[in-house]
C-alpha cells in the first residue's frame, strides 16, 4: 500500500504537496520496530573523529559524534545512516538489528566531496553545490585565542573580508563579502544559526560551534531574501550532544595581550627644539613666550604611550556537558570570557549559558530547542576619547592622540592637586590620556537571550514540516560617570552621570516543509517556506550633575538634572515571506537550483512592500561523465553558473508616514492659558512608493581537483549590480520639507574574482601537511547621479565621499607635491590650472584590490602545527592622527618623523618646516604652499599588509597512556600568538583601524582609534 | 498527546499563519510612539500644528524673526552694518552688508528659514483640508486655525518677496506627486496669493479671542489687515492700500476700525522689556520666554549686544546690527532724542564717538572706538549679568498701529491728497516730541514720510523695503553716495543689488528655479 501510495504521490510532487498531505496524511499508519546503534568513529588513522555528522537517510534527525568519535542512535529498523565530516569519504551503512560497539572508520578525503555543507535551510553534499560556497575550516579553533566569531572568518574563505577596524574589547569586526553594494545600508552579512536567521551572534560561546559555512552568490543566499542577503549569509552550526555516557569538555586558556608598537616620539629637548624653530619660522624668534617649560623639565621624560599602554590578561573557560539517549540529545554549556584591554579600564566580561536538546518523541515527531543566555560588563572607551586627535582640548582629544601630543616633560599627574592635569603647556589643552581614561567610567550591561523551539513532523515519502518559533530578547544599560575626584573638569561640576537603557525584542516563526527522494539517478529536493518575523526597540535616557557625595552617583542623587539627556524612542518592524526552492540532479552530473522568494516588509512605501526575488543556478560535473573515466589527472572537475536577485531594505522604519516632530517649546498664547506642544515637519518627507534596493549577481565557478585530490582549486567570477538605489535626496528648500529617501536610478557595481587552493603536501602516516591559499580581487564602482555623500571628517576637512564615477570608499583632497626645498613649504598640485592649489582630488580608495590568506596546518605523532597568514593589498589609509602628529603648527609634542623637516633653504626632505600657526585656517599668501593639515595626500598610506595572523602549536596529552588510564578520553595543550607580526609600510599602529565603523561612507580613515593587540597564549582542553 | 492531534495543532498553525500573517496589516506598521499627518486630523492636533506654526516665529533655534529680517532691512541699508569683527564667524551678514553677497552666503536673508514656516502652514491647511473624525472639531474652530495659518503663510511669502523679488510658491505639504522642479512665479502672482490668502484672513479671524490676555500673539483681523496695508503698499497698489488703512484704523485716525489700538505715550515703552508686552500699539507680537537654554527665548540680545559685554556666548557673535553712524546723526540733526534712546544705547553717549566719522566697515575705524560705538535695543537691552546672557524675553512687534498710521499717510499722499497725509504724520512726530512738518508739497511729504519712517522704525526691519517703494534709482544712487571716514566710496551697486541672491541648495535641488540678475 505504501509503495502504491508512494507512486501516486511522485507524479505529484510538482503540484502543491501540502494541499495533499492536508487531504491525505491521516490515512496512513507506521509502525515500524526501534533499534539503536551505538559506537564509535575513527579516521583511516585510528584518530576518534569529533562532530561527525551522522544523519538519517530520508529523514531529518540525526546525531553528531563526541570529541572521542563515539555516538548513539536510535532509528527505525533498515534504517540507513549517513556518516560525513569536512575531509573524510561520507559512508553510508544500513542497519536491521541493534548494534553496539560498532567502529566506523572514515576515509580521509581532504576534498570531502560528499560532505554536506549548511545552505540554506538545508543540507547539500559539497560535490552537487552549484553556488558560491565557502566552508570555513575550523578543526582547530579551539588553538587559537579568538573571542569573537567573526574573528574566525579572517583569512579563511575567499570573498570574505574580515577587518579588525578597532582594536578594543567587545568590539565587532568589520565582516564584507564580495563588496560594498548599498550606498545607505549596511553591508553586514546574516548570521543563521542551526537554522535561526538574524541569530545574534554575540550569545555563542565560540567554543560551541561545530561548523560555518559561507553563502556568496545570490543563488545561494536568495532563499533568505528579506533578511538581508545582498551582502551575503554566514551559516553556523553549533556542537550538539551524542548519544551515550554524558561526558564534559573543557577548555580553558589564558592569554597576554600587549600593544603592537610604539611610535616613535620627540623627546623633551627635541620637542623643545622644534618649538623654538616654529616661533623663528614664523618671525616670532624674538618672542616666544608661548613656550612654558616646567622647572626641572630636562629631567622628567616620560613616554606617554608607555604610560598608557599594558600588558592585559585574556581568560577564556568553558565547561559543555553533553550526552543523550534513545532518540534525543542535550548540551548544556556554561563559558567565560574575560578580556581586558591594553589601556586600563577598558575591559568586556562575558559569561555565556547555553543549552540545546532535541527528542525524537516516536517517529512520527522530533521536538528540540535551545536556549543561549550571555550577559556580558563592557568598559567602553569614554565618549570623544576616539576619532579625534590630542588637540580636541578640555577632556575631548583622542586618548592615543593625547599620548603622543602630551609633553614628555610633563609629569604624570598635578604635583598639587593630585589630578590627571591637562597639559596646557603649550598653547594647547591636551587631555592626560589616563586622566581620559580614568576619570570617565563607560560601561555598558548587556542581556541577551536567544531562546528557540521547535516540532519537526516526519510525514511519509521522505516530507518533513518543521515548525519554529525563535526569539530574541536583548537589553542594555549603560552608564557613563565623570569622576570628580580624577580630573579637575569633572570636578568643577562635583561629577557628571548618564544612564541609557534599551530594551529589544524580536519574534521570527518559520515553516518549512522539505521533501528529499531519488528516483534511479534522479535527486531532487524541494522546500517550501513562510515566515514571519516582528522586531521592536526601546530607549531611555536620563543624566544628571553635581554628586554631594563621591562615589554615589546614582541620578536621585544628582543635584542638577540634565535637560539635553532626557530622550527615548520606539521603533517597531515586521516582515512576512513566503519562498521555495528546488534543488535536482541527474546522477550529480547534470545540478540544478532554483529558488524563488516573495518578501514583504513594513519598512517599504505602503505601495510596494512586497517583491519577488527569483534565483538559479547550474552545474556539470563534467568529472562523471564516461569520457572523463580513463584519466588520471583530475579528481574531480566541475563547472557551474548562476545568477538571481536579492533585496536591501531602507534604514528609515515608517517610510510612508510623514512624522512629526514635537517642538521643543510650547508657545504660550495666553498666560495661564491653555497651552499645546507644537507639532511640525521634521524634515524628511514620507514616500509611500519607496521599494526595494535590488541586487542582481550573476557568478561563474569551477571546482577542480587533481592527483587523487591533492590539489584542489576553486575558481569563481561575479558580477554584482545594485539598482534602484535607495537614497537619502535633497528637497529644494522651498518645498518646506529637508530631504526623502528615493529609489536612485543609478548603479553600484561590483566584480571579482576569487581562488582558492588546497592542498596535502604531505600525508605520511606520521606527518601532515596541509595548505590552503585564498586570494580575492573585488572592483567597486559607483555609477549614479548623486550629490556626493560625505562620509568622515576631521577637523580640517572631509576625507571620504561616495561620488559618482568612484569606487566606495575613496578619498579626497590636496595631493601634496612635496616639500619646496626653497621654501620649506608644501606645494599642492593645481591640475587645472587654476592659479591656486585645488581641493577635492582623487586621493585612493581605502578598500584592497586584492586581499586573502595563507594556512598550514601541520601535524607530527601527537603534534600540530597551525599557521594562518592574511595580507591584502592596493589599500590606502587616510593617517590622520598625523595632521596633528607631524604638523608642526603647534607646540605639543610630534612624531620623531618631524626630526627630518626641513630647515634651512635647499633642504631636500618630505616633511616641511614647522611654523606656528601653519594649518589650513591660517594660509600664507601663496596660493600653493599652505597649511600643514589640509586633508592631503600627504597623509594618504600604503595600506597593504602581510600579518601573520596566527600561529598555534598544539601537543595531545591524550596519547600517552597514564593519561588514558586515568579516564581521561582528550587532553590537549596548546600556545598560541595571535596577530603577531605584521609587514606593512603604514605608519600608524595598525592599517585595518578605521574610525568609521562598517558605514560604506566611512572607510579607510585611522584617526585616534584603538590599536590592536598582539596575544599569546597557553591553553588547555580536556574531555571526560 | 495522540499524534494525530498533533500533526492537526501543526497544520493548523500553518493555515493560522497563512491567515494572519497574510493580512495586510501585519506590515502596516504606524509610527507607535511618534505623531504622524495621518493621526493628527483632530481638535488637539490641528491647535498642536497651529501653536508650532507660532512657536516657530519665537523659537531660539529660528533666525527669522529675531534678527534676519533686521540684517536684510537695516544691515543692507544704510542704518546700520555688521560692526563685529571676526568677519570668518559671520561671512552672510558682511555680505549682505556690503553687497558682496552670492549663492553660498546664506546668512542673513531666511529663505530656508521661511519655507520651513511655510511648510508648517501648509501642513495644518492640507491636514484641516480632510475629513476628520474627531466631533470636537467644529467647522468654525477649524476655519478659524486655517485663517490663522494663512495669516502666518503670507506674513512668510511676503517677507521673501521683499528679499528675492517672485519666488517660488509652495502652497500644500510636499508629497510624491509634488513637482519640485518648478520655476519661481512672476513677484504680481506672489502678490495675487498673499493677498488672497490675507483677504481670507481678515473674513475669518476675529478681533479678540475672549479670555486671552495676550491678545497680540494671536491672528486677529487687525493683524491681518495692518499686514495687507503694507503688502498693498509694496505693491503700489495705494488705493487698495488706503481702504485697508481706513477699515483698520481707528476713528482718530480717520478710520472705521474697531480694535481699540492707540499709540503707547512713551516711545520707549515699544522696546523695554518691562512695557513692551500687551502695548495697546500692537497688532501682532512675537513674545519671548527668557532664560538659559529656554525654547522660545529671544537669542537676538546677544547677536546685536557689544562684545564688551560679559557674555557667555563666544564674543565673535555680537554687534551683527550696529547702527550707523550716518543714523545716528540723523536722529541728532533732526533734534530726534526720544526715538535714538528709544531704540538705541549709545554706549557713554559721548561726544568722542559722535565725533567719528561715518563708518561702515568695522576695519575701517579706530578699534578704541569699538566700546563707543552704539548698539540697537529694538530686540532687547543687554543688562549685564542679567539673564539676557542667556536668552531674552523681550516681545518683537511685528505690525503695529504707528506703520499704519504713516501707511495711511503715504497712501494719501501718493493718491494726491498730501494735506490730509500731514496730519496723520504729525501725529507720529507728536509723540516723539518733535515739531509738526512744514512741508507742504507731494515730492517733499514723500520724503518727509520716509524720513519719519526711519526715526521711527530704525533697529525693526523695515529700511530697504521703505526706501525701494520710495524709488529704486533714490535707493541705489543713497547706498552709493556714503564714503568711509577715508573718504573712499563704499558702495557701487547697481539694480540687481536690490535683490538678494538665491541660495545655492535651492538652485541644486531645482535646477529651473533661476537666480536673480546680477548673481
Known amino acids: ?1024 | 498527546m495522540k499524534n494525530k492531534n498533533i500533526l492537526y495543532l501543526s497544520l493548523t498553525s500553518v493555515s493560522l499563519l497563512l491567515a494572519t500573517a497574510c493580512k495586510k496589516s501585519f506590515l502596516n506598521i504606524t509610527p507607535p510612539n511618534q505623531v504622524s499627518t495621518s493621526s493628527v486630523n483632530t481638535l488637539a492636533g490641528l491647535q498642536e500644528i497651529l501653536n508650532n506654526n507660532f512657536e516657530q516665529l519665537a523659537d531660539a533655534n529660528g533666525h527669522f524673526y529675531p534678527w534676519f529680517e533686521l540684517v536684510n532691512e537695516d544691515v543692507r541699508s544704510d542704518n546700520s552694518f555688521d560692526g563685529q569683527t571676526d568677519n570668518n564667524a559671520s561671512e552672510g551678514v558682511t555680505a549682505c552688508d556690503n553687497f558682496t553677497d552670492n549663492a553660498t552666503t546664506t546668512e542673513g536673508r531666511g529663505w530656508s528659514e521661511l519655507y520651513g514656516m511655510i511648510g508648517n502652514c501648509n501642513l495644518l491647511i492640507d491636514v484641516a483640508a480632510k475629513t476628520s473624525s474627531d466631533a470636537t472639531l467644529t467647522d468654525s474652530a477649524r476655519n478659524q486655525m486655517v485663517a490663522s495659518a494663512k495669516f502666518l503663510r503670507a506674513l512668510h511669502y511676503f517677507n521673501l518677496m521683499k528679499a528675492y523679488g517672485g519666488v517660488i510658491l509652495s502652497l500644500h505639504t510636499y508629497s510624491n506627486d509634488t513637482t519640485v522642479v518648478v520655476p519661481r512665479s512672476s513677484l504680481a502672482d506672489c502678490y495675487t496669493q498673499v493677498i488672497s490668502d490675507l483677504t481670507d484672513a481678515i473674513s475669518v479671524l476675529p478681533v479678540s479671542y475672549p479670555g486671552v490676555v495676550n491678545q497680540h500673539t494671536r491672528a486677529t483681523k487687525q493683524a491681518a489687515q495692518a499686514l495687507l496695508a503694507r503688502v498693498y503698499a509694496q505693491e503700489g497698489d495705494y488705493n487698495d492700500c488706503l481702504a485697508t488703512c481706513n477699515a483698520l484704523l481707528p476713528a482718530a485716525y480717520g478710520g472705521t476700525g474697531t480694535s481699540g489700538a492707540s499709540l503707547v505715550a512713551n516711545f520707549a515703552d515699544l522696546f523695554n522689556d518691562n512695557a513692551s508686552t500687551n502695548t495697546t500699539e500692537s497688532f501682532f507680537e512675537i513674545q519671548h520666554v527668557g532664560g538659559t537654554n529656554a525654547p522660545t527665548r529671544n537669542f537676538a540680545t546677544w547677536l546685536i549686544a557689544p562684545s564688551d559685554y560679559n557674555l557667555t556666548i563666544p564674543s565673535p557673535f555680537t554687534k551683527f546690527v550696529t547702527p550707523t553712524q550716518d543714523l545716528v546723526n540723523d536722529y541728532m540733526t533732526s533734534g530726534d532724542t526720544v526715538r535714538m534712546h528709544g531704540v538705541m544705547v549709545i554706549e557713554n553717549d559721548s561726544t568722542e564717538f559722535l565725533g567719528e566719522p561715518f563708518f561702515d566697515n568695522p576695519n575701517h575705524y579706530p578699534t578704541t572706538a569699538l566700546t563707543q560705538i552704539p548698539y540697537f535695543i529694538t530686540r532687547g537691552q543687554y543688562v549685564q549679568g542679567g539673564t539676557y546672557a542667556a536668552g531674552g524675553s523681550q516681545s518683537v512687534i511685528v505690525l503695529r498701529l504707528a506703520d499704519a498710521i504713516l501707511l495711511k499717510a503715504e497712501a494719501l499722499n501718493n493718491t494726491g491728497d498730501p494735506a490730509d497725509a500731514i496730519p496723520l504724520v504729525n501725529a507720529i512726530r507728536a509723540r516723539a516730541k518733535l515739531p509738526a512738518l512744514t512741508v507742504t508739497s507731494q515730492s517733499d511729504v514723500a520724503l518727509a514720510i520716509l524720513h519719519e519712517r526711519r526715526l521711527e522704525f530704525a533697529g525693526q526691519g523695515y529700511r530697504w523695503s521703505d526706501l525701494r517703494r520710495y524709488g529704486s534709482q533714490y535707493t541705489i544712487d543713497l547706498m552709493n553716495s556714503f564714503t568711509d571716514y577715508l573718504g573712499n566710496k563704499l558702495y557701487n551697486i547697481t539694480a540687481n543689488n536690490l535683490l538678494e541672491a538665491i541660495p545655492i541648495d535651492e538652485l541644486e535641488a531645482d535646477p529651473v528655479c533661476g537666480q536673480n540678475p546680477g548673481y
Do not use: C
Not at chain 1, 546503534?37 to 573523529?49: C, E, F, Y
Not at chain 1, 561527525?52 to 563526541?66: D, E, H, N, P, R
Not at chain 1, 515527531?365 to 565618549?383: E, H, K, L, S
Not at chain 1, 505601495?607 to 563534467?622: C, D, E, K, L
Open chain 1, 1 to 1024: 500500500m505504501l509503495k502504491k501510495k508512494s507512486a501516486f504521490l511522485l507524479q505529484k510532487t510538482r503540484l502543491f504537496f501540502l494541499a495533499f498531505l492536508l487531504l491525505s496524511a491521516s490515512k496512513f499508519s507506521f509502525a515500524q520496530e526501534k533499534i539503536t546503534v551505538s559506537g564509535t568513529v575513527a579516521s583511516d588513522s585510528s584518530k576518534p573523529l569529533s562532530s561527525v555528522s551522522i544523519t538519517i537517510k530520508g529523514q531529518s534527525g540525526g546525531t553528531t559524534s563526541g570529541t572521542d568519535g563515539t555516538f548513539t542512535i536510535s532509528v527505525n529498523k533498515g534504517t540507513t545512516l549517513i556518516f560525513s565530516i569536512v575531509g573524510y569519504e561520507e559512508r553510508q551503512i544500513k542497519f536491521d538489528k541493534e548494534t553496539t560497539g560498532l567502529s566506523v572508520t572514515m576515509t580521509s578525503k581532504a576534498t570531502g566531496l560528499n560532505d554536506v555543507v549548511v545552505i540554506g535551510y538545508g543540507t547539500q553534499r559539497i560535490k552537487d553545490v552549484t553556488s558560491s560556497i565557502s566552508a570555513v575550516n575550523l578543526s582547530d579553533e579551539r588553538e587559537r585565542p579568538i573571542v569573537n566569531i567573526m574573528q574566525e572568518l579572517a583569512g579563511k574563505a575567499a570573498g570574505v573580508q574580515v577587518q579588525q577596524f578597532n582594536g578594543a574589547p567587545g568590539q565587532d569586526f568589520q565582516v564584507l563579502i564580495r563588496g560594498f553594494t548599498s550606498l545607505s545600508g549596511n553591508a553586514t552579512p546574516v548570521y543563521v544559526v542551526d537554522g535561526i536567521v538574524g541569530y545574534n551572534i554575540a550569545t555563542l560561546d565560540v567554543n560551541n560551534i561545530a561548523s560555518i559555512t559561507i553563502l556568496k552568490d545570490a543563488s545561494a543566499t536568495g532563499i533568505y531574501g528579506v533578511a538581508g542577503s545582498t551582502n551575503g549569509v554566514v551559516e553556523i552550526t553549533t556542537k550538539k550532544g551524542v548519544a551515550g555516557t554524558p561526558r564534559i569538555d573543557a577548555d580553558f586558556a589564558q592569554g597576554i595581550q600587549s600593544v603592537t608598537k610604539i611610535l616613535p616620539v620627540l623627546n623633551g629637548v627635541q620637542l623643545h627644539q622644534l618649538q623654538v624653530d616654529e616661533y623663528t619660522n614664523a618671525g616670532e624668534a624674538s618672542d616666544t613666550s608661548g613656550i612654558r617649560l616646567p622647572a626641572n623639565w630636562q629631567n622628567v621624560n616620560n613616554n606617554w604611550q608607555k604610560l598608557l599602554f599594558r600588558t592585559a590578561p585574556l581568560t577564556r573557560a568553558s565547561v559543555r556537558l553533553s550526552g543523550g539517549g534513545t532518540g534525543g540529545n542535550y548540551a548544556l554549556s556554561v563559558g567565560y570570557l574575560n578580556q581586558d584591554g591594553i589601556m586600563p579600564t577598558i575591559f568586556s566580561k562575558k559569561l555565556f549559558i547555553g543549552l540545546t536538546a532535541e527528542q525524537s518523541l516516536n517517529k512520527w515527531f522530533t521536538i528540540g530547542g535551545r536556549a543561549d543566555y550571555v550577559r556580558q560588563t563592557v568598559g567602553n572607551m569614554p565618549a570623544g576619547t576616539q576619532g579625534t586627535t590630542g588637540h580636541g582640548g578640555g577632556g575631548s582629544g583622542a586618548v592615543t592622540g593625547a599620548a603622543v601630543a602630551y609633553s614628555p616633560y610633563e609629569p604624570e599627574k598635578d604635583p598639587t592637586t593630585g589630578f590627571f592635569a591637562v597639559d596646557n603647556s603649550n598653547g594647547q589643552a591636551i587631555p592626560n590620556p589616563l586622566g581620559q581614561l580614568y576619570g570617565t567610567s563607560d560601561k555598558t550591561t548587556y542581556n541577551i537571550v536567544n531562546v528557540e523551539g521547535h516540532l519537526i513532523v516526519h510525514l511519509p515519502f521522505n516530507i518533513s514540516y518543521t515548525n519554529r518559533i525563535s526569539a530574541e530578547i536583548s537589553d542594555n544599560f549603560e552608564n557613563i560617570i565623570q569622576d570628580p575626584t580624577i580630573t579637575s573638569s569633572a570636578a568643577s561640576v562635583n561629577g557628571t552621570a548618564v544612564y541609557n537603557t534599551t530594551d529589544n525584542y524580536t519574534w521570527l516563526w518559520d515553516n518549512i516543509l522539505d521533501y528529499h527522494n531519488s528516483f534511479g539517478k534522479n535527486n531532487l529536493d524541494v522546500i517550501a517556506g513562510l515566515t514571519a518575523q516582528k522586531w521592536q526597540d526601546q530607549y531611555a535616557e536620563t543624566g544628571g550633575s553635581g554628586f554631594p557625595i563621591a562615589g554615589i552617583y546614582s541620578i536621585s542623587s544628582a543635584s542638577t538634572r540634565s535637560t539635553t539627556q532626557d530622550l527615548g524612542t520606539y521603533d517597531r518592524w515586521s516582515k512576512y515571506s513566503q519562498y521555495g526552492r528546488v534543488m535536482y540532479n541527474y546522477d550529480s552530473r547534470y545540478l540544478l537550483t532554483a529558488t524563488i522568494r516573495r518578501d514583504g516588509s513594513s519598512q517599504l512605501g505602503i505601495h510596494n512592500q512586497y517583491a519577488t526575488f527569483p534565483a538559479g543556478s547550474v552545474g556539470w560535473r563534467i568529472i562523471n561523465e564516461k569520457f572523463m573515466k580513463d584519466q588520471n589527472l583530475f579528481s574531480d572537475l566541475k563547472v557551474r553558473a548562476g545568477y538571481g536577485e536579492t533585496g536591501n531594505l531602507p534604514s528609515a522604519y515608517y517610510p510612508s508616514y510623514d512624522v512629526l516632530n514635537v517642538a521643543s517649546g510650547q508657545y504660550t498664547y495666553d498666560a495661564g492659558g491653555a497651552s499645546y506642544p507644537g507639532l511640525g515637519l521634521n524634515g524628511t518627507a514620507a514616500n509611500p512608493l519607496i521599494k526595494w534596493e535590488e541586487t542582481k549577481q550573476l557568478n561563474i565557478g569551477t571546482d577542480i581537483a587533481f592527483f587523487a585530490n591533492r590539489l584542489r582549486v576553486t575558481a569563481d567570477y561575479y558580477d554584482k549590480q545594485t539598482t534602484n538605489l535607495i537614497y537619502t535626496s535633497n528637497l529644494p528648500t522651498s518645498t518646506g520639507q529637508s530631504n526623502v529617501v528615493v529609489n536612485l536610478p543609478g548603479k553600484v557595481l561590483n566584480h571579482g574574482l576569487e581562488i582558492s587552493l588546497g592542498g596535502d603536501i604531505l600525508t605520511h602516516n606520521a606527518i601532515t601537511w596541509t595548505s590552503n591559499f585564498n586570494i580575492s580581487f573585488n572592483s567597486n564602482k559607483i555609477k549614479a547621479n548623486i550629490t556626493p555623500i560625505q562620509g568622515t571628517s576631521i577637523p580640517s576637512g572631509t576625507v571620504t565621499w561616495l561620488k559618482n564615477g568612484y569606487s566606495v570608499g575613496s578619498m579626497f583632497g590636496y595631493i601634496s607635491q612635496g616639500v619646496d626645498p626653497q621654501t620649506g613649504y608644501i606645494k599642492y598640485a593645481d591640475p587645472d590650472k587654476t592659479g591656486a592649489a585645488e581641493n577635492n582630488l582623487y586621493l585612493g580608495k581605502a578598500l584592497p584590490t586584492a586581499f586573502g590568506g595563507f594556512t598550514n596546518n601541520l601535524t607530527y605523532k601527537g603534534f600540530g602545527l597551525d599557521v594562518l597568514i592574511e595580507y591584502a593589498w592596493g589599500n590606502k589609509v587616510f593617517n590622520a592622527n598625523r595632521y596633528e602628529e607631524d604638523g608642526m603648527y603647534d607646540l605639543t609634542n610630534q612624531l620623531s618623523t618631524t626630526l627630518h623637516r626641513w630647515r634651512t633653504s635647499g633642504d631636500k626632505t618630505d616633511i616641511p618646516l614647522a611654523i606656528l600657526g601653519e594649518n589650513a585656517s591660517n594660509q600664507t599668501n601663496n596660493p600653493y604652499e599652505n597649511g600643514n593639515d589640509n586633508v592631503s595626500s600627504r597623509y594618504v598610506e600604503n595600506g597593504s599588509f602581510v600579518r601573520l595572523r596566527n600561529v598555534s602549536l598544539s601537543y595531545n596529552i591524550a596519547a600517552i597512556n597514564f593519561v588514558k588510564s586515568i579516564g581521561i578520553k582528550t587532553l590537549r595543550a596548546y600556545v598560541a600568538g595571535e596577530n603577531l607580526v605584521t609587514i606593512t609600510k603604514y605608519s600608524g599602529y595598525a592599517p585595518d583601524l578605521n574610525i568609521g565603523g562598517t558605514s560604506p561612507s566611512t572607510q579607510g580613515v585611522d584617526f585616534g582609534v584603538y590599536p590592536l593587540a598582539k596575544t599569546i597564549t597557553f591553553g588547555l582542553n580536556v574531555g571526560f
